[in-house]
């Protein structure tokens, strides 16, 4: 009786143990869409360690300022987007996932010292996203929006005339 005794404690000690790993375990799995999300609600100049754990380090990056190899060349090329930055927020809407590529769709609020006097700018942009399948991380990334509606409508004389051509072509 008390062998039968010791074997139910056992049992039920690897039971309840089991599934508390399982529930831990299960609790600490992010999508990545929630990773992408996190990632960019999160990132500021003072963070970019935060990077190391979701681009890798032979990353390819592509938008319409242009092209960067490698995470060291993501933090730097952060590092100086993010330097005038006083506020930043991403508001994420269809994000969409074939297989290790994620496809969103997103609105960038900024306040940058040198943009709009300081003041809120809203960027509309889609990105992809391609997850290296043995790391989980970002190896490809391209950002795709419009450049006037980030920065040239926002610098004071140069702003007044892409407006004023806007105007003129019915936009």
């Known amino acids: 009786m008390k062998n039968i005794f ?32 996190n990632a960019f609600n999160t990132l500021r100049a003072d963070n970019l360690h935060i990077l190391d754990g979701f681009y890798h380090p032979s990353l390819k ?11 060291d060349a993501m933090k730097a090329y952060y590092a100086n987007m993010y330097k005038n930055v006083t506020d930043i927020r991403f508001e994420f809407g269809t994000l969409s996932e074939e297989g290790d590529d994620i496809f969103g769709i997103w609105n960038m609020i900024l306040k940058a010292k040198s ?38 409508e926002h610098i004071p004389i140069l702003g007044s005339i892409i407006r004023r051509i806007k105007r003129k072509l019915g936009h």
């Open 115 to 152: 943009l709009n006097g300081g003041e809120e700018v809203k960027v509309l942009g889609v990105s992809h996203l391609k997850f290296d399948p043995e790391t989980n991380l970002v190896i490809y990334h391209r950002d795709y929006f419009d450049m006037g509606s980030f920065i040239y």
């Open 61 to 71: 990056f592509h938008d319409p300022l242009g092209e960067i190899s490698g995470l």
């Open 6 to 37: 010791w074997i139910f404690l056992f049992t039920l000690n690897f039971i309840i143990s089991s599934h508390a790993e399982q529930a831990t375990s299960e609790s600490q799995m992010i999508t990545r869409k929630e990773r992408i999300k």
